[in-house]
């Protein structure tokens, strides 16, 4: 519900990471593939940058949700 100052639960916000992750880690393997032409290495790229941004893209979901600014509640 938008606007009604509901938190979400855990696995929405789990489920949110876990998608938005996939788009933008094969926008950054796109992009590397583009600028070196090399596919192991855009995997490669890819694959850290998941891994390591899932976990912060989640704890910011998290921290956020406990923020009241901007919320009508």
Known sequence: MFGTGVV??????????????MIASLTTSAIVFVITGNLALSAG???VDALIKLFFYYFHER???RVTWGRNI
Not at 11 to 21: D, E, G, Y
């Open 45 to 47: 790229a890819g694959l």
């Open 8 to 21: 979400e639960k855990r696995i929405r916000s789990v489920v949110k990471t876990l998608t938005w992750r």
């Open 63 to 65: 921290v956020w949700n």
